[in-house]
């Protein structure tokens, strides 16, 4: 993403703001919103080229081995562009293998689809491990007129500890075994 030299000024000018917290005119105001704007809408514009660009990439995969130029190519880019290959794209590339460039890529996918099960799987055992470590986020409040500490919603008050769930023998305790009636011999007549 490149930025104007407008566009650089109101960022730096914003920036400063941020860190040395100073009264805006409403005109700085207008030209941090409108260079937000421009940001969020060049962020959705690279979340459409890049779902185009992974259309295509299963387009030409369908078609392989016909597409086999094509479909490398357009590996390749999505690869450069932060792609993490499918399943798919290793089994059609293990296909083409005698081809030079495929196997080439075939190598790279491998290495590049091993570091993403690793990296989701760390992901998992960190979020598994200390879930009570998740922290409340701090809103950084850079802009004059936005929203203060005191408009923050208050958070609920904590709930006095509960008793913990009862164990099954504690709410159905053992049944006792009926006493079996004497031997005939130890009744007594009466």
Do not use: I, W
């Amino acid at each position: 993403m490149a930025f104007s030299a407008d566009e650089l000024r109101v960022l730096r000018r914003a920036l400063a703001v941020a860190l040395h917290p100073a009264p805006l005119q409403d005109e700085d105001v207008q030209d941090a919103l409108r260079l937000a704007e421009s940001v969020d809408e060049a962020v959705r514009e690279a979340g459409r080229l890049r779902a185009f660009l992974l259309d295509d990439l299963v387009r030409y995969r369908e078609a392989l081995p016909g597409s086999l130029s094509g479909y490398l190519e357009l590996l390749q880019d999505a690869l450069a562009a932060g792609y993490d290959p499918a399943a798919d794209d290793l089994a059609a590339l293990r296909a083409l293998r005698g081809n030079p460039a495929a196997a080439a890529l075939l190598t790279r996918c491998r290495l590049l689809a091993e570091r993403s099960v690793r990296a989701r799987l760390a992901r998992v055992s960190q979020a598994t491990a200390a879930p009570a470590a998740v922290t409340s986020r701090v809103r950084l409040l850079a802009l004059p007129g936005g929203r203060t500490a005191a408009d923050e919603p208050k958070p609920p008050p904590p709930t006095p500890a509960e008793r913990p769930a009862p164990k099954p023998s504690e709410v159905f305790p053992p049944r006792r075994r009926p006493v079996p009636p004497p031997p005939p011999e130890e009744r007594v007549a009466g």
